[in-house]
């Protein structure tokens, strides 16, 4: 299993639309998740930590699946402005440092 | 205002030079990371380092050095030994190095 591993997409939705992005992770151990958003030639931006009971902000929402190790991320009502690639960050095999997904891209269409 | 500065944000240089990117944070991070990112991948851990004066190898170190004297401050060397340096370059800072990480706005390297 890799490391950190995403469905790289693309993801092409309706304004409105509900999208569910997952992300598997190999460490058991891991304690430390979370959600970045990037837009094209930008830097990534935090979106949210994951918490193990979960965590919602505002049409976001991430949960920690321990026994199957994945973290996912629910958006609902999608907006245009929610276009971009969304990455997954988790602890590597080792314990030594986070790392990144390769992202999973978002387009939402009107 | 807190942040993370990375200069400058486009970067040309000729096949066998060496050439340092800079990176600075006033945010009072002890953690800092340099990435690489080729268009249509994820990022790529080259170094990071939990402490100053101390750094530790990534996923991707060879061709690259890095040093940290001061806490605000992680250059980054794109040594002559790398063998495909055109890249996005993003450095990151975080309180730990298992927190959020905080990223400037990078530095496109171009190879000629």
């Known amino acids: 299993r890799k490391e950190v591993e995403q469905d790289p997409g693309p993801f092409n939705v309706p304004e409105g639309a509900t999208v569910a992005f997952n992300c598997t992770y190999s460490n058991s151990a891991s304690q430390s998740f979370f959600w970045y958003r990037q837009d094209c030639r930008k830097e990534p931006k935090l979106l949210m930590s994951?918490?193990?009971s979960g965590n919602e902000d505002g049409r976001f929402t991430a949960q920690l699946n321990r026994a199957s190790q994945y973290i996912s991320l629910l958006i609902r009502d999608s907006k245009l402005s929610d276009s971009a690639t969304y990455l997954c960050?988790?602890?590597?095999?080792?314990?030594?440092?986070?790392?990144f997904g390769k992202g999973t891209t978002l387009s939402v269409s009107s | 205002d807190g942040g993370i500065t990375q200069s400058p944000k486009y970067l040309f240089r000729k096949e066998g030079q060496n050439v340092t990117l800079s990176c600075e944070q006033n945010l009072n991070h002890d953690a800092m990371y340099w990435y690489r990112q080729d268009p249509g991948q994820g990022l790529r851990l080259i170094y990071y380092s939990q402490i100053v004066n101390d750094f530790q190898k990534g996923d991707i170190a060879e061709g690259y050095s890095v040093s940290r004297e001061k806490k605000e401050s992680f250059p980054l060397t794109v040594t002559s030994a790398q063998k495909n340096p055109t890249a996005f370059y993003l450095c990151?800072?975080?309180?730990?190095?298992?927190?959020?990480?905080?990223f400037g706005p990078g530095t496109r390297l171009t190879v000629l």
């Open positions: 960050v988790a602890p590597n095999q080792a314990g030594t440092a986070l790392i």
């Open positions: 990151a800072s975080s309180i730990t190095v298992f927190g959020e990480q905080f």
């Open positions: 994951v918490y193990s």
